[in-house]
């Protein structure tokens, strides 16, 4: 599976911005697709997740409540809505994918089995 994500840039506290993850390589049917990020000097972070199957969603503490993780099965991307952006939202945004990771492991990043290369999202007071 190849990602490739899209759609980071400058924001604004309160601001919007809507994140995309292009999938290509085959079918993901049974997949998981994730959202994790990365700030300097900070842990890779879960912030959300979606089964392709159903289209089941989980979110990260930190993002539940401004955060919107959906899927388009005919386009084969999965978007990340981000509302409400706080300067601490400030990161490198990763998606990946996997067909094996449980429910229970979803935050842990090395359970994540394809990497997209992660589009920078700032966030400025």
């Known amino acids: 599976v190849q990602l490739q994500a899209s759609g980071g840039g400058l924001a604004q506290t309160g601001d919007s911005l809507r994140l995309s993850c292009a999938a290509s390589?085959?079918?993901?049917?049974?997949?998981?697709i994730a959202w994790f990020r990365q700030a300097p000097g900070k842990e890779r972070e879960f912030v959300a997740a979606?089964?392709?199957?159903?289209?089941?969603?989980f979110y990260g503490d930190s993002v539940k409540g401004r955060f919107t993780v959906s899927r388009d099965t005919a386009k084969n991307t999965v978007s990340l809505q981000m509302n409400s952006l706080k300067p601490e939202d400030t990161a490198v945004y990763y998606c990946?994918?996997?067909?094996?990771?449980?429910?229970?492991?979803?935050?842990?990043?090395?359970?994540?089995?394809?990497w997209g290369q992660g589009t920078q999202v700032t966030v400025s007071s």
């Open positions: 990946a994918a996997s067909s094996s990771v449980i429910t229970s492991r979803y935050r842990i990043s090395h359970m994540w089995s394809y």
């Open positions: 390589g085959r079918t993901l049917t049974n997949y998981k």
């Open positions: 979606i089964k392709w199957n159903g289209g089941s969603t």
